[in-house]
T-cell receptor, first 115, second 110 residues
Framework: DTGVSQDPRHKITKRGQNVTFRCDPISEHNRLYWYRQTLGQGPEFLTYFQNEAQLEKSRLLSDRFSAERPKGSFSTLEIQHTEQGDSAMYLC?????????????FGPGTRLTVL | DAKTTQPPSMDCAEGRAANLPCNHSTISGNEYVYWYRQIHSQGPQYIIHGLKNNETNEMASLIITEDRKSSTLILPHATLRDTAVYYCTVKETSGSRLTFGEGTQLTVNP
């Protein structure tokens, strides 16, 4: 247990529905990241927050995806109008705000299945 | 970000050292080498990182070649619980994202 928690751990939804995932980072970590992982592949970066500011977004993050970190603590990732291609593991990570290096601590992930 | 290449799979006998190679020939001077591992159905776990010098912690050792174009992660006494996918990645000192390849599936056999 790294101290990063994600909820829910599993989500099954029908195509076209909206889903929201939550991530609670390690409390003293200012940086929070979202990644997506499909079967047999390494995690792919989606977006990154420093405190409440969303500083970077991947091209993978289409208009149907939105992430927030309203008070610089927990974060939510919402997917609207889900598609079967959205089926994946969604991973959250957090890290301290060091200048030189910062190892990222990952949560257990939320596995999304879109039927 | 520099790309990394790793063998897709490796086997190791329990109790022996596991040496996992990684090629990062296009690494730039301000990029660190990071290693993570992912046990089935869990999130990736940080193992170790380094810039130029060899590094050791309670989990592993990291050997980086002098030209920094490749590195080796060493698990000195592999156990069955070390069976996992091991990812080598590089990241700028000020960069945010980690870029993962497909990693190496290490299987530790009894």
């Amino acid at each position: 247990d790294t101290g990063v928690s994600q909820d829910p751990r599993h989500k099954i939804t029908k195509r076209g529905q909206n889903v929201t995932f939550r991530c609670d980072p390690i409390s003293e970590h200012n940086r929070l990241y979202w990644y997506r992982q499909t079967l047999g592949q390494g995690p792919e970066f989606l977006t990154y927050f420093q405190n409440e500011a969303q500083l970077e977004k991947s091209r993978l993050l289409s208009d149907r995806f939105s992430a927030e970190r309203p008070k610089g603590s927990f974060s939510t990732l919402e997917i609207q109008h889900t598609e079967q291609g959205d089926s994946a593991m969604y991973l959250c990570a957090s890290s301290p705000d060091r200048v030189i290096y910062n190892e990222q601590f990952f949560g257990p992930g939320t596995r999304l299945t879109v039927l | 970000d520099a790309k990394t290449t790793q063998p897709p799979s490796m086997d190791c006998a329990e109790g022996r050292a596991a040496n996992l190679p990684c090629n990062h020939s296009t690494i730039s001077g301000n990029e660190y080498v990071y290693w993570y591992r992912q046990i089935h159905s869990q999130g990736p776990q940080y193992i170790i990182h380094g810039l130029k010098n060899n590094e050791t912690n309670e989990m592993a050792s990291l050997i980086i070649t002098e030209d920094r174009k490749s590195s080796t992660l060493i698990l000195p006494h592999a156990t069955l619980r070390d069976t996992a996918v091991y990812y080598c990645t590089v990241k700028e000192t000020s960069g945010s994202r980690l870029t993962f390849g497909e990693g190496t599936q290490l299987t530790v056999n009894p």
